[in-house]
């Protein structure tokens, strides 16, 4: 098989920058990355035989825990069966009827395959129902790798510094508005210069691609009665926070009703799934019953569906996990930050619930520009000192650590040390 090294270097030859998703390169680190073997639980282990706490979670998805045991086995029985039909089948309809019985915001939903197709299929429909073009979305905010969604965006276009991409052309992103996260009165100006041709305003109720942003208190409400003053849509993408924050992901937890919601990650239990779904009358307009287009030959995957319907169950009647999630978070990225403050150090810890980030800077982060203002030399050394402590965390600077069920308090406590030893050196 060859080291990380070894087979980095063949992979570079034969696919772009050597990974199929740019947040798995290591490029500002400047190192190979980890090529992954195999996980278990709140472990993952390299080819080169280390062993890592793993608080990348496949980048959300892993809730229980990586090989969690009902998930696995659901797929492996699934499996038995044929791995496509592409027709019509029975799992389809209990995820569909799963989702809409327990998720009060959602009277219908479509099964898609990443999250890039569920944001991009729901801002179409946005735009379908209300006849309007243009979007508001957030700078710092990533939505997928739609076109229209490439602006100002978080995640891997934040960390390579790209602000845009090439290959977008212009009349793509004309109607996407970018507003300043947690600033409701940037909402409004652009809303005013839309002159009531705003769709939809999409969000990430909490942001969790420039590194962790919260909502300011007040901000998604506002957002909310903003949408209804102008008559534009309302969208959460929950593509990371869905089924994580509470079974009913942000809404629930924030206690705000979106019009539509986009999932991802964890409705595939680590299957490449993504859905959106929402109120009837705007979902009723999704192709074959309405003029709305959306298709997909591999949508509603059998074995997708059973690991995804298989965790969400799991989810749904364990709901204490959210409890449990919620305290160890607190353990983790409050241990963080007393580390912080022991060593007298500025920086800051974000976190809401299981999601967290330690931002180097000495500013609240609060949106993107104060998420930029991090020292990305300084988290890059981080994040080394801690992977040759075998912690595993995303590359970047910004991006969340995502604690699972699987992490243990003992396993915490253990980072914590990891963190307490870094900064001591
Ligand atoms: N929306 C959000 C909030 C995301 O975090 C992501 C991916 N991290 C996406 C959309 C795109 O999902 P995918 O990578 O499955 O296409």
């Given at each position: 098989?060859?080291?990380?090294?070894e087979?980095f270097?063949?992979?570079?030859?034969?696919?772009?920058?050597?990974?199929?998703?740019p947040?798995?390169?290591?490029g500002?680190?400047?190192?190979?990355?980890?090529?992954?073997?195999?996980?278990?639980?709140?472990?993952?282990?390299?080819?080169?035989?280390?062993e890592?706490?793993?608080?990348i979670?496949?980048?959300?998805?892993?809730?229980?825990?990586?090989?969690?045991?009902?998930?696995?086995?659901?797929?492996?029985?699934?499996?038995?069966?044929?791995?496509?039909?592409?027709?019509?089948?029975?799992?389809?309809?209990?995820?569909?009827?799963f989702?809409?019985?327990?998720?009060?915001?959602?009277?219908?939903?479509?099964?898609v395959?990443?999250?890039?197709?569920?944001?991009?299929?729901?801002v179409?429909?946005?735009?379908?129902?209300?006849?309007?073009?243009?979007?508001?979305?957030?700078?710092?905010?990533?939505?997928?790798?739609?076109?229209?969604?490439?602006?100002?965006?978080?995640?891997?276009?934040?960390?390579?510094?790209?602000?845009?991409?090439?290959g977008?052309?212009?009349?793509?992103?004309?109607d996407?508005?970018?507003?300043?996260?947690?600033?409701?009165?940037?909402?409004?100006?652009?809303?005013?210069?839309?002159?009531?041709?705003?769709?939809?305003?999409?969000?990430?109720?909490v942001?969790?691609?420039?590194?962790?942003?919260?909502?300011?208190?007040?901000?998604?409400?506002?957002?909310?009665?903003?949408?209804?003053?102008?008559?534009?849509?309302?969208?959460f993408?929950?593509?990371?926070?869905?089924?994580?924050?509470?079974?009913?992901?942000?809404?629930?937890?924030?206690?705000?009703?979106?019009?539509?919601?986009?999932?991802?990650?964890?409705?595939?239990?680590?299957?490449?799934?993504?859905?959106?779904?929402?109120?009837?009358?705007?979902?009723?307009?999704?192709?074959p019953?309405g003029?709305?287009?959306?298709a997909?030959?591999?949508?509603?995957?059998?074995?997708?569906?059973?690991?995804?319907?298989?965790q969400?169950?799991?989810?749904?009647e364990?709901?204490?996990i959210?409890?449990?999630?919620?305290?160890?978070?607190?353990?983790?990225?409050?241990?963080?930050e007393?580390?912080?403050?022991e060593?007298?150090?500025?920086?800051?810890?974000?976190?809401?619930s299981?999601?967290?980030?330690?931002?180097?800077?000495?500013?609240?982060?609060?949106?993107?520009?104060?998420?930029?203002?991090?020292?990305?030399?300084?988290?890059?050394?981080?994040?080394?000192?801690?992977?040759?402590?075998?912690?595993?965390?995303?590359?970047?600077?910004?991006?969340?650590?995502?604690?699972?069920?699987?992490?243990?308090?003992?396993?915490?406590?253990?980072?914590?040390?990891?963190?307490?030893?870094?900064?001591?050196?």
């Amino acid at each position: 098989m060859g080291t990380s090294e070894e087979l980095f270097d063949r992979a570079v030859k034969v696919i772009p920058g050597g990974v199929n998703s740019p947040v798995r390169a290591y490029g500002a680190i400047g190192m190979a990355p980890r090529f992954i073997d195999r996980a278990d639980g709140c472990y993952i282990y390299d080819v080169d035989g280390k062993e890592y706490v793993d608080y990348i979670d496949s980048w959300g998805p892993m809730i229980l825990g990586h090989n969690f045991p009902e998930v696995k086995e659901s797929v492996l029985k699934a499996c038995e069966k044929g791995l496509s039909f592409g027709c019509a089948t029975a799992i389809e309809v209990e995820m569909a009827e799963f989702i809409c019985d327990h998720i009060p915001h959602v009277d219908m939903v479509r099964m898609v395959n990443s999250g890039t197709e569920a944001v991009m299929s729901a801002v179409r429909v946005a735009r379908g129902f209300t006849g309007k073009n243009k979007i508001i979305k957030f700078a710092g905010c990533y939505h997928g790798h739609s076109d229209a969604m490439l602006v100002s965006a978080g995640s891997g276009v934040m960390t390579s510094g790209v602000p845009d991409s090439a290959g977008v052309p212009k009349g793509c992103t004309e109607d996407t508005m970018t507003a300043v996260y947690n600033d409701l009165d940037s909402v409004r100006a652009l809303m005013e210069q839309a002159d009531g041709q705003t769709a939809a305003v999409i969000v990430e109720a909490v942001g969790a691609n420039m590194g962790v942003v919260p909502p300011k208190k007040g901000f998604l409400e506002g957002l909310r009665k903003l949408c209804d003053e102008y008559g534009a849509l309302l969208i959460f993408d929950e593509v990371i926070t869905g089924f994580r924050l509470a079974f009913g992901g942000a809404a629930e937890y924030f206690g705000v009703t979106p019009d539509l919601v986009t999932y991802g990650k964890i409705i595939g239990a680590g299957m490449p799934v993504g859905a959106y779904g929402g109120r009837r009358e705007i979902m009723e307009l999704v192709s074959p019953v309405g003029k709305v287009y959306q298709a997909g030959t591999l949508s509603g995957n059998p074995i997708a569906m059973a690991a995804g319907l298989t965790q969400l169950k799991y989810l749904y009647e364990h709901q204490e996990i959210y409890k449990d999630l919620e305290e160890k978070g607190k353990r983790l990225y409050g241990g963080m930050e007393k580390i912080l403050a022991e060593k007298n150090l500025p920086y800051h810890i974000n976190h809401v619930s299981s999601l967290g980030s330690l931002f180097f800077t000495e500013q609240e982060v609060v949106d993107y520009t104060s998420a930029k203002s991090s020292d990305t030399k300084a988290f890059s050394e981080y994040f080394k000192g801690m992977l040759a402590q075998g912690i595993h965390m995303a590359p970047s600077q910004f991006e969340a650590m995502f604690l699972s069920v699987a992490h243990t308090d003992e396993i915490i406590d253990q980072t914590l040390e990891a963190v307490r030893n870094y900064f001591t050196k």
